[in-house]
């Protein structure tokens, strides 16, 4: 191949700037970095106070791996800022300002190795203190109080078991003990190692409180052990976090954390033998209505039908993932449906859930009376459920499920039945 | 309107081959109109076409996330209700990587790999054909399942037992799943094609370590492919066995365990993110040196660390799965590992930044592209790094600060190479180029809305919101004026500002389409040899196929060193110009081209009727088999260049013979 | 005949049909069909994996102990086996440019293939006949599944035995014929060796 030669002879490229590049290339560059910076410090003004904020532990565990996390996005947040820099700098520096030629380095091996050292040690050095984290945070053992948690489509269950001990949850019930069998809001003792064990009825969800703990999958057919320990009373939010289905969204959790007094209280009054209402007021009829409507699938314990029979549900026949929630002291919580709505009107909510450590315990124990219920979202839910919350595609169609619902199905109550079981379910505490 | 050239005519071969093909119809010869682009073999024709569906489903993928965009704004969105939502947001995220992102890098990968390596096309241009309609064809049937009972809705990573039928009872996941086959086939038969051409075509004296970057990562990419495509495509056999045929791979109740799927798909997943990574980054290594005018900085430990991200790549996927229950050992050494591929990937940066360091800068719009890419994947990277701590990731997974990281390395990352790409060749494949006015509003717009789309996201993120939710409500989202809502709202701003900027490269496209001015051979005095071809490249590519002594062997050919020891002092000796005008004087005179065929697109139709078949009616999947193995045995007993009967009228005499060394 | 062209001579330097010089010196098609053996390395090992993983999943009267009939299947797979021997023989009178013995040992190789095959349907269907369904339990479905996978390669291998069988008669193989049976011999052998493994693992070791 002949090689042409030529005078020599300048770059000249048409589309190139050949005069220098104007100073307005130079503040777009600027702006770039000005864009970064000013995101930066924009999005350090965050919301005050959101319920399941990672940054703003509350539990032991939450601390922990907040305690490992804020350094780490500190050192990230260092590097970008120098990378940011570094480009900055070159890119105003080195642009075309009519200069021959550059020196065309092919490379520097000591630049190369330095910043494959650097990097390196920083990670190995970050790489310790996580391996440490990993293993301390996955030490379920040594529980002061362990609770069976399933999720299901689209709530979550919670199975308090009888210890050895006839213990429950660390509490020894004044009564006799039994099996606490709740839903939605899980109530826990404050300073106390929580270990729950999980698992799911269907699909895979996640068990998240974000400020008590990272996020823990419930799988169908494994049982995975997470920790929670909450420090001070309160109610702390969470939501599942493994994307499960329609109602994914509206798959929310607390956990509620009460002092030992509080706790045992709690404890108690959940064995406390069934009450029927008073003969003849509405909530007798709502009785009635319950358990012809709701009681196929919903359980309360204690509950006997008109031969004196203990009614025993089964929503194993009716439900697909195979349960519904435990009814027994509904009022006790403050949400329902997979804690998507709330039971307590607006400023009843806000006074349970901004109340101080010392005035929570009390406040939540009052659970929902008549003139706190929300009857509006309570009433919905009983009206029409699936049009409040989406749980499956097409409830006309349900040969892909042998039959069987998925979540609670659209009963066409009159208002009265609705009237009468809201009547029923205000006296379930 | 021909975007390109029309060919010199072929002329007969003196090879003597068997004289007919076995098919019923004639063999397509045509050079020119929609026949020539129907039935061709060219690697640059389809590369364009590559291109053209690519960017079709880029805005198809664009509008789905619109629509999501639009039910997050406020909280409690009415716009798309949860199946919908669901759907919307399973096929986003499947447009976006295997409709978007993967066959644009096709594109790239197709037109200049060979050009790059100074071959005449690619190893096997029949099968490479045959991967495009695969491709057409696989994202059409995906898509057709909109109307056809509702697309799929278990999300792109498809959990089981979410993904079986009694949790996601339409065809939308089976559509999903034999689509993903069927392009699947596309993106092995393309891998195993480049890795043949860049290994055995190389022009003479090009060895591995003087090959262009770009070309090395491409084939460090279609190493990733071959071995990953087989691993989802298990999953997706046990998938549709699962639904259709009543198999219980994923069925718990009978003893199945959900992890098996989540093990399958990230062992393909994780692979598959450093497949949509690693082209950009070789364009991104292309576009900064030309544009400082000097060489990339450390050349071999640019290649080195592809390649070492693509080996250690295949030790991390179960970075995904950190709060799956995995166990603390199996999650300690995924951390570790996780972070060690974060050293390869800085090494790059490094790299880049060097490279622009004492160079002499040129702020086109494929530079700005490609310094915004070092900008903004160093934001994705960083963030990377923060989630490869695991009891961190227990915070950080399945939140929205996941989606921004992600965002950050694919928009920031492969979406912007993509785009310095486009705008880097736009000249050598049309002829044309690109309105750097336009392109720079179509730069800054895109990176403005980008921000605001996916900065905020860190925060809302960090602060509790999960994604894949079909709403976020107020009682979730915080106290103050800057709550999860109002950054839920910026987000959404954000991503129609960035749709802008999209929809301005499209009219930068049809405005620079209408100008007359040709390109420049060498508008950009670029370094490599895809430059050493007119614009557009003529059919046969070179008329000399080039003899390589160096790295950046086009720029060596045009600048001498005239300096002595250690003081280097490059003067230009020649312009792309007169290079050509030299090839043409000197061209080679026998240069067979193989010709085109309709055996790729005929085995291509095969697979959507068996897959419809498997959904529908189980009939039609003999009935697709029967034309697939018809079409094979047409394809093998097809010779590779036209037989005189098949040119009507006869064949022109004379004229310079076109030879290629290929297969296929 | 008009297309003696059609054997283009090719030396053992690996060039293509058109006799240009690869880089690396290997065949475009031999290269290729390494690679694409590669990638099914990858899709045999995942079709293993879960194998292994579901191996144990079944009921107590429904295990691989009650099923497996490890004689025939060991004559199945010595079949098998004979079959890569005979693909040797082929590829050998190939490179002497022997057609007539290269027809016949494609033929026979088809022959043993088929008879594999047809080892495997027997097998299978004695197996559903006794209760091991598709959908019966995780390991038959995994089972079933796996070895299906291999005897549909095993089939497609014996239609590209039989096809060549049929090029090579009506000389209709462009460029290298020597090649093209190679390629099909190194298929071949792929599919017999994942054959071995998976009878050892399947079959041999005891759930």
């Not at chain 2, 209408?514 to 490249?537: G, I, Q, V, Y």
């Amino acid at each position: 191949m002949n090689r042409l030669v030529k005078q020599h002879q300048k770059v000249s490229i048409d589309l190139m700037p050949t005069e220098p590049t104007t100073s307005r290339s130079t503040r777009s560059r600027l702006c770039n970095a000005a864009i970064g910076l000013g995101a930066a410090t924009v999005l350090a003004s965050c919301a005050s106070d959101a319920p399941q904020d990672t940054w703003a532990p509350e539990g032991k565990y939450a601390q922990d791996i907040h305690n490992l996390q804020w350094p780490i996005f500190m050192i990230a947040g260092i590097v970008g800022l120098i990378v940011f820099g570094v480009i900055t700098f070159v890119v105003v520096k080195f642009r075309d300002r009519g200069q021959p030629i550059p020196e065309q380095g092919h490379g520097n091996a000591l630049i190369e190795y330095v910043f494959i050292a650097i990097p390196a040690l920083l990670l190995a050095g970050i790489a310790v203190p996580t391996v440490a984290g990993v293993i301390s945070l996955n030490d379920t053992d040594d529980a002061d109080c362990v609770v069976n948690v399933t999720g299901q489509q689209w709530w979550w269950e919670y199975d308090y078991p009888v210890e050895a001990d006839g213990t429950i949850c660390g509490a020894q019930p004044t009564g006799e003990a039994a099996p606490i069998i709740t839903s939605g809001q899980m109530v826990i003792p404050v300073d106390a190692k929580v270990v729950i064990r999980g698992t799911s009825r269907d699909v895979i969800h996640s068990f998240w409180v974000p400020k008590l703990n990272g996020k823990r999958d419930m799988v169908p057919g494994r049982v995975h052990t997470w920790n929670f320990q909450a420090e001070q009373p309160g109610i702390y939010a969470g939501q599942c976090a493994e994307f499960c289905g329609l109602s994914h969204a509206n798959m929310r959790m607390e956990i509620v954390a009460l002092d030992k007094g509080d706790f045992q209280a709690w404890i108690d009054n959940q064995l406390e033998p069934y009450q029927s209402p008073e003969a003849g007021t509405l909530a007798a009829k709502g009785e009635e209505t319950f358990i012809s409507q709701c009681s196929r699938c919903h359980q309360v314990d204690g509950l006997t039908d008109a031969d004196g029979e203990l009614v025993v549900s089964a929503p194993e026949q009716f439900v697909w993932s195979g349960a519904a929630p435990n009814l027994t002291n509904l009022m006790t919580r403050n949400t329902f449906a997979g804690a998507s709505w709330d039971l307590l009107t607006e400023d009843a909510r806000e006074a349970v859930w901004e109340a101080s450590a010392d005035e929570f315990g009390a406040l939540y124990l009052e659970g929902v009376t008549k003139g706190t219920l929300n009857e509006i979202d309570l009433k919905e839910w009983l009206r029409d459920a699936p049009s409040k919350k989406p749980m499956y595609t097409d409830p006309e169609n349900l040969e892909d499920t042998d039959g069987k619902t998925r979540g609670m199905p659209y009963l066409a109550l009159s208002e009265d039945q609705i009237d009468e079981l809201v009547a029923y379910l205000i006296e379930r505490k | 309107m021909a975007l390109i050239e029309k060919p010199a005519p072929i002329a007969v071969p003196d090879v003597a081959t068997p004289s007919s093909s076995y098919g019923v119809f004639r063999r397509p010869v045509e050079s020119t109109g929609w026949k020539s682009w129907l039935f061709t073999i060219d690697h640059k024709k389809l590369g364009i076409m590559y291109g053209a569906v690519a960017l079709f489903f880029f805005l198809v993928g664009g509008f789905e996330a619109l629509l999501i965009r639009l039910q997050l704004a406020g909280p409690d969105g009415t716009i798309l209700d949860a199946d919908k939502y669901n759907q919307m947001f399973t096929m986003h995220a499947t447009t976006m990587v295997f409709l978007f992102v993967m066959p644009m890098a096709a594109a790239f990968a197709n037109y200049f790999v060979p050009l790059q390596i100074g071959a005449r096309d690619v190893a096997f241009p029949r099968i490479n054909a045959f991967g495009f309609w695969c491709f057409l064809f696989g994202g059409i049937f995906l898509n057709t399942s909109w109307i056809l009972g509702g697309a799929a809705d278990g999300g792109w990573f498809m959990y089981a037992p979410n993904s079986s039928v009694p949790f996601s009872p339409t065809s939308g996941i089976d559509f999903w799943g034999l689509g993903l086959q069927i392009t699947g086939i596309a993106s092995l038969t393309g891998a195993i094609n480049l890795i043949v051409t860049v290994i055995n075509m190389r022009a003479p004296g090009m060895s591995l370590m003087k090959m262009p970057i770009f070309t090395w990562m491409i084939l460090v990419v279609q190493f990733l492919l071959l071995f990953a495509i087989p691993v989802i495509t298990v999953a997706l056999f046990l998938l549709m066995f699962q639904r259709n045929f009543d198999a219980t791979f994923f069925t718990v109740e009978a003893g199945a365990d959900p992890l098996l799927w989540q093990h399958l798909f990230w062992i393909f997943g994780h692979p598959e993110v450093y497949i949509l990574i690693l082209p950009s980054f070789g364009i991104v290594s292309e576009v900064l040196p030309v544009f400082s005018r000097k060489p990339l900085f450390g050349y071999p430990l640019v290649v080195f660390s592809g390649a070492a991200i693509g080996f250690v790549g295949w030790g991390v996927w179960a970075h995904h799965m950190f709060a799956s229950g995995l166990g603390p050992i199996s999650v300690a050494v995924f951390s570790v590992a996780t972070m060690a591929i974060a050293i390869p990937t800085g090494v790059k940066i490094v790299n880049w930044t060097m490279t622009l360091w004492g160079g002499k800068l040129i702020f086109t719009t494929s530079m700005l592209f490609a310094i915004g890419l070092i900008v903004q994947f160093t934001i994705g990277g960083l963030s990377g790094v923060t989630h490869a701590v695991a009891p961190s990731d227990t915070q950080q997974t399945d939140t929205y600060y996941i989606v921004a990281h992600f965002h950050y390395v694919l928009f920031g990352g492969a979406i912007l190479g993509i785009f310095a790409g486009l705008y880097y060749w736009w000249p050598k494949v049309f002829g044309k180029l690109l309105d750097e006015k336009w392109g720079k509003w179509n730069f800054w717009t895109m990176i403005v809305g980008m921000n605001l789309t996916f900065g905020p996201m860190h925060v809302v993120g960090l602060q509790g919101q999960p994604r894949r939710m079909y709403v976020h409500t107020a009682a979730r989202n915080g106290e103050g004026f800057f709550n999860i809502t109002f950054w839920n709202l910026v987000s959404s701003i954000g991503a129609f500002i960035l749709g802008i900027g999209v929809l301005l490269f499209f009219i930068n496209v049809v405005i620079s389409s209408r100008r007359s001015e040709k390109a420049p051979l060498d508008p950009w005095d670029a370094r490599s040899l895809e430059w050493l071809t007119t614009s557009p490249p003529k059919e046969h590519n070179f008329d000399v196929i080039p003899t390589v002594g160096h790295l950046d062997e086009f720029f060596h050919l045009k600048y001498e060193d005239r300096g002595e020891g250690d003081h280097h002092d490059f003067q230009q000796v020649a312009t792309a110009e007169e290079l050509i005008a030299e090839q043409e004087a000197n061209a080679d005179e026998h240069i067979h081209l193989p010709s085109p065929s309709y055996w790729p697109i005929v085995l291509a139709f095969a697979l959507p009727v068996m897959a419809y078949g498997v959904i529908y009616n189980l009939l039609l999947v003999p009935a697709g088999a029967a034309i697939a193995l018809a079409s094979m045995f047409g394809w093998s007993l097809e010779p590779h260049t036209a037989s005189p009967a098949d040119y009507d009228p006869p064949a022109p005499e004379g004229g310079a013979e076109l030879e290629v060394s290929t297969n296929g | 005949m008009a297309d003696t062209a059609v054997q283009v001579a090719v030396d053992e330097h690996g060039h293509d049909d058109h006799g240009h010089a690869t880089t690396t010196g290997l065949s475009n098609n031999k290269l290729a069909m390494w690679l694409f053996l590669g990638s099914e390395c990858l899709l045999f090992g995942g079709l293993i994996s879960t194998y292994m993983l579901y191996r144990g999943r079944h009921s107590a009267s429904a295990g691989p102990d009650q099923f497996w009939d490890i004689p025939f299947t060991s004559a199945s797979s010595f079949v098998l086996l004979m079959s890569s021997l005979t693909m040797v023989l082929a590829v050998t009178a190939a490179k002497r440019k022997d057609d007539r013995n290269t027809r016949l040992w494609l033929t026979v190789t088809a022959i043993l293939g088929s008879l594999f095959v047809a080892g495997q349907v027997y097998e299978f269907t004695t197996f559903y006949r006794e209760g091991l369904g598709y959908t019966t339990s995780l390991f038959s479905s995994s089972f079933y599944t796996l070895t299906g996978f291999h005897g549909v390669h095993v089939s497609i291998g014996v239609i590209m035995l039989l096809a060549a069988v049929g090029m090579i008669l009506k000389n209709r193989i462009p460029g290298d014929k020597a090649e093209v049976v190679e390629l099909i011999g190194l298929y071949w052998h792929f599919v017999d060796i994942v054959w071995i493994l998976i009878f050892t693992l399947v079959y041999l070791i005891p759930a």
